[in-house]
């Protein structure tokens, strides 16, 4: 079956950097949702999208924007790197509603040197 | 504000044994939670969930139970393998209102499985 994919999978950047990550949903999904996992920590909400519109926020720095395409999928825009911003970024997608499953992928590691 | 979390950081069990995970809520308006296991280098994968109209629900090996009165729930792991030892979270389903939800996540535990 299919799977969220992510892409890049691993990335290194060096701070005051820009970083572009993306994030393909599962077909028919019409929900993504971004997650931020600091090492040792548990997966932090940032953002998510329903049917191309931002559904709601969480925790996401004014330094990361993002957006869901017409095809549904999303990228997740950061800028100005910080060193703290060196995470596992998960993507995970769903149909909407609150008793579907999310279904993550397998994360990009950011890196900020 | 909502807080879900665990007790016990790590956990380290023998093959076969039974294994149980807790995890603490302090929202009493929580109503819907689950279960997250996550293998190292992987996202985090479902395992099962819970209504708040549910004390216990049970699937392959896995049970969950749900005690509202102290806002506390528990994976129970039975027979565990080797192939269980991963980063265990509860998370809560956050309805954040107008049809938006996300997950808010606990403190992990990490099971170990001795063979």
């Known amino acids: 079956a299919a799977g969220v994919i992510q892409s890049p999978r691993h990335l290194i950047k060096e701070k005051r950097e820009t970083a572009t990550l993306k994030c393909y949903p599962i077909?028919?999904?019409?929900?993504v949702y971004w997650y931020q996992q600091g090492p040792g920590q548990d997966p932090q909400f940032l953002i998510s999208?329903?049917?191309?519109?931002?559904?709601d926020k969480g925790s996401i720095p004014d330094r990361f924007s993002a957006q869901q395409f017409s095809d549904y999928h999303s990228e997740l825009n950061m800028s100005s790197l910080e060193l703290g911003d060196s995470a596992l970024y998960f993507c995970?997608?769903?149909?909407?509603?609150?008793?579907?499953?999310?279904?993550f992928g397998p994360g990009t590691r950011l890196t900020v040197t | 504000g909502e807080s879900v979390g665990l007790h016990l950081p790590t956990l380290s069990v023998q093959e076969g044994d039974n294994s149980i995970i807790n995890c603490a809520y302090s929202?009493?308006?929580?109503?819907?939670f689950i279960w997250y296991k996550q293998e190292s280098g992987k996202g985090p994968q479902f395992i099962i969930d819970?209504?708040?109209?549910?004390d216990k629900r049970q699937g392959q090996r896995v049970t969950v139970l749900l005690n509202k009165t102290v806002k506390h729930l528990s994976l129970q792991i039975a027979a565990t393998q080797p192939g269980d030892s991963a980063v265990y979270f509860c998370?809560?389903?956050?309805?954040?209102?107008?049809?938006?939800?996300?997950?808010?996540f606990g403190k992990g535990t990490l099971l170990t499985v001795n063979p």
């Open positions: 077909p028919r999904h019409d929900t």
């Open positions: 995970a997608s769903s149909l909407g509603g609150r008793d579907y499953e999310q279904y």
């Open positions: 929202n009493s308006a929580s109503d819907y």
């Open positions: 998370a809560e389903n956050v309805d954040s209102g107008g049809s938006n939800y996300k997950l808010t």
């Open positions: 999208f329903y049917e191309k519109m931002q559904s």
């Open positions: 819970i209504r708040s109209n549910m």
